[in-house]
């Protein structure tokens, strides 16, 4: 299991081995031109048969890094020395993944199309877990703008950066004061919340103004609520922050889905006879398979 960060994530840990690996080894602080080497030494160290049972998970907190390092360890295989790899960093992948496949499962169930032409946002959007569920939501063919509450700046350079290295057509959005997130949200269909855990990004009097609202998903398991009205346990429920037909999806309802995403890929890197290299669009078929279950 490796990161960049000083330590690698207790809760990954803890998955990884409650998914049937035996042993699970930290390699902490990594640098992206380490991960060749690092592979390589694991790869030949079981000759050609054994070598199915090593893996390798990538955590951090840079999705882009994470994925820099997927495809440095994928380059580094020398078949038949090959090991599967996936990438999870900060959850970020399998959390998206799990917001995603939640608004896509509220969705069907009051007869609406997916995500396709939707206008959405994303609060909290310049964060991983934000910029991933921008990122899936827009290869899912929303109409996606990533909300910074610092600047503008600072929303367009996360969109452009993901808009290079994930193909998107995201655009950055300015939700610095109460004027501007009202002007944006007059248009929204979907919203979520991936703020900073702890921090409510939009209240009741924001939400009077999102008109055509049909659904709002937040991450946020810390009180107060990340999106007003919308409970950590709410699971499509009626929003009772404001009036009108949009459902609520809350942490824990994502949360399931998101870990069961997890598990199973984390199994599939058990299982497989063919090495697989797994990030937030195999994460999405995954809870794609688990939501509304
Ligand atoms: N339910 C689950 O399964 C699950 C799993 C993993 C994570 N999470 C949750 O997902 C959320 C996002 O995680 P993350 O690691 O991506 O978050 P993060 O990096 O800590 O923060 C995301 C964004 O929050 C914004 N933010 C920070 N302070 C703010 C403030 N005072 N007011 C408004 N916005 C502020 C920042 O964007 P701007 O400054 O650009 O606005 C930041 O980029 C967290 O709440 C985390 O706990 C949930």
Known sequence: MVTPEANLSPF?????????????????????????????????????????????FVGGRDQFLAM????????????PFEISVFADPSGAFTTAAGMI?????????????????????VFGGTGPVGSVCGTLASRAGADVSIVSHESLTKANEVAQ????????NLEGADGSNDGKIHTLLADAEVVFGAAKAGIQVLNAG???????????????????EGIEGVGVTSS?????????????????????????????????????ETPVYLHFDHALEAARGNAGS
């Open 68 to 79: 820099d390092m997927l495809d440095a360890a994928r380059r580094s295989m020398v078949p």
């Open 236 to 272: 499509s429920e009626p929003l009772e922050a404001r009036s009108g037909c949009a459902r609520a999806i809350g942490a824990l309802a994502v949360g399931n889905v998101k870990y069961k995403a997890q598990q199973a890929l984390l199994k599939q890197m058990l299982t497989t």
């Open 206 to 224: 924001h939400l009077q103004y999102a008109a055509r609202l049909l659904v709002a998903c937040d991450v946020n398991a810390v009180p107060p």
């Open 12 to 56: 990954d840990a803890n998955m990884a081995i409650d998914a049937g690996w035996e042993h699970c080894l930290a390699y902490n602080n990594l640098e992206l031109a380490e991960i060749s080497g690092l592979t390589q030494d694991a790869i030949f160290s079981r000759g050609p048969k054994g070598v199915r049972r090593t893996g390798m």
């Open 101 to 121: 496949a939640c608004v896509e499962d509220s969705l069907s169930r009051v007869e609406e199309e997916g995500l396709a032409n939707r206008k959405v946002l």
């Open 161 to 168: 950066q993901c808009n290079e290295r994930f193909g998107t």
